[in-house]
């Protein structure tokens, strides 16, 4: 019986939902996990298609905190420059100002900075490290002393930074007198660690010690930073101490702990500690990292076990400059001079670039045993490689060249170098020969 109704006919297709667009909290957990430029640059592409890229402002400041992040700042700077000026927030002018620092480009960055209506300590921190790595540490403390006058509070992160601007002994107690005074130098082991760090680069080491003592908080960085300390002091027996007492501070010995008690153990004394702390890199498996094995080696060498010395550099898996350094050394300080060169011109062949330790070992070698034409080779690679205004091959150039009786090379070679520190003089002063010793003598007089 027809009812007058009409019943819908069932289509045939089958339709599915539009699938939803992902949150803004997905989106910026998504660029924030980012690990390619690759992926950032899709993402990118995706949301200029629906538009959503200057929506809310926190997705534009993610995709530029990306782009920062995998080394790609000027793709960065482009995209917040171009974005809305009423989309812009505190955090897209402080996410511009890194990445602008990071293009390097420090005019801009400052110029930027000065306009920001809200500075706060992210962007204090952002622009001071600016400064201090393009080498203006005096305009990172002026800025400092402007962030104090405005009131606006120091970070942990400040003092780090400016600890490693530290030049001189009078900053350095300053930056840590406000550490303490903010709290930061106790209870912050990485300020604390940048402290010890800053203390041993200006010469104050006792400083660098108080400094350990008093943290809070210490972790294997500490340790490794006062051990440090230690070594440049020449304190052995403190340096030993403070590595027996890693594992009661609850912590892991790492290879850096390793590589500095081993370079430690020089006395007859400390090489039975070197060999306990080289049975420890076997048990712990540290024997892997290159700078154990370099120390291990200078270790052999130290107690004239040359072959033993040879025996382990020839089993490693792989080589780097500072073993190859270590090994060229052990044969100097033997007085094995063609095993030396070989192995120098063996990690040429293998890509390993020489660095001034390596040159000083052969310019060794050279001058003890008279080799002038192997020595001038060595200086033209020294030329050709760019080491030639290096301090310490600077003094073992002008060393060989006195050594091996040219003292008009050696007189030509000091008179370029411009910083010249006491190591320097040293052979030069040893040569009282054919009146060259008044030209030095005066010269002296002149450059102190």
């Not at 530029?64 to 974005?83: E, F, K, Q």
């Not at 400052?110 to 921190?125: G, I, K, S, W």
């Not at 340790?223 to 230690?230: A, E, I, K, L, P």
Request: charged share 20%; with cysteine; aromatic share 8%.
């Amino acid at each position: 019986m027809d009812t007058g109704t009409t019943v819908p006919c069932r289509s045939n297709s089958s339709h599915k939902p539009a699938p939803l667009a992902p949150t803004v909290a997905a989106l910026s957990a998504l660029l924030a996990r980012c690990t390619s430029l690759a992926a950032a640059e899709a993402l990118h592409a995706r949301l200029l298609r629906s538009s959503r890229l200057f929506g809310p402002p926190i997705i534009a400041n993610c995709l530029a905190a990306a782009y920062s992040r995998l080394g790609a700042a000027p793709s960065a700077v482009a995209l917040l420059l171009h974005a809305p000026t009423a989309s812009a927030n505190r955090f897209s002018r402080n996410i511009l100002l890194a990445a602008l620092l990071k293009s390097r480009d420090l005019p801009a960055a400052r110029e930027l900075f000065d306009r920001m209506p809200d500075r706060d300590t992210v962007a204090y921190n952002s622009m001071i490290r600016g400064y201090v790595d393009s080498g203006h540490a005096e305009e990172a403390f002026r800025l400092v002393r402007t962030m104090r006058e405005l009131g606006v509070r120091p970070s942990d992160f400040t003092f780090s930074i400016l600890s490693s601007a530290v030049c001189s002994a009078r900053h350095g107690m300053q930056v840590q007198a406000a550490a303490v005074r903010h709290g930061s130098a106790h209870r912050n082991a990485v300020v604390g660690n940048t402290l010890i760090d800053m203390y041993r680069r200006v010469g104050l080491l006792k400083y660098a010690v108080r400094v350990f003592w008093s943290m809070n908080q210490r972790d294997i960085v500490s340790v490794n930073s006062v051990m440090s300390v230690y070594k440049d002091d020449g304190q052995s027996s403190q340096l030993f101490e403070c590595f027996q007492s890693i594992r009661s501070l609850g912590l892991s010995i790492d290879e850096f702990s390793v590589s500095t008690a081993l370079s430690m153990c020089t006395t007859d004394e400390d090489l039975a500690k070197g060999d306990q702390i080289l049975a420890l890199c076997v048990k712990t498996g540290l024997l892997s990292h290159l700078i154990v094995s370099s120390a291990v080696i200078d270790l052999l060498c130290v107690c004239d076990r040359l072959a033993d010395a040879v025996w382990f550099f020839e089993g490693m898996a792989a080589w780097d400059s500072e073993t190859c350094n270590a090994m060229i050394s052990g044969y100097a300080r033997s007085g094995i001079m063609e095993p030396a060169l070989s192995l120098f011109l063996l990690s040429l062949r293998k890509g390993i670039c020489p660095t001034e330790f390596t040159f000083a070992s052969l310019l060794r070698c050279s001058s003890c045993f008279g080799l002038m034409e192997q020595g001038t080779q060595i200086h033209a690679l020294i030329s050709k490689l760019g080491f030639e205004d290096d301090v310490i091959v600077a003094t073992a150039l002008i060393d060989m060249y006195c050594k091996l009786g040219s003292l008009n090379h050696a007189r030509i070679l000091f008179s370029r170098v411009c910083v010249k520190d006491l190591g320097m003089w040293m052979p030069i002063e040893a040569k009282d020969q054919n009146g060259e010793y008044q030209f030095w003598s005066s010269h002296y007089r002149y450059n102190i």
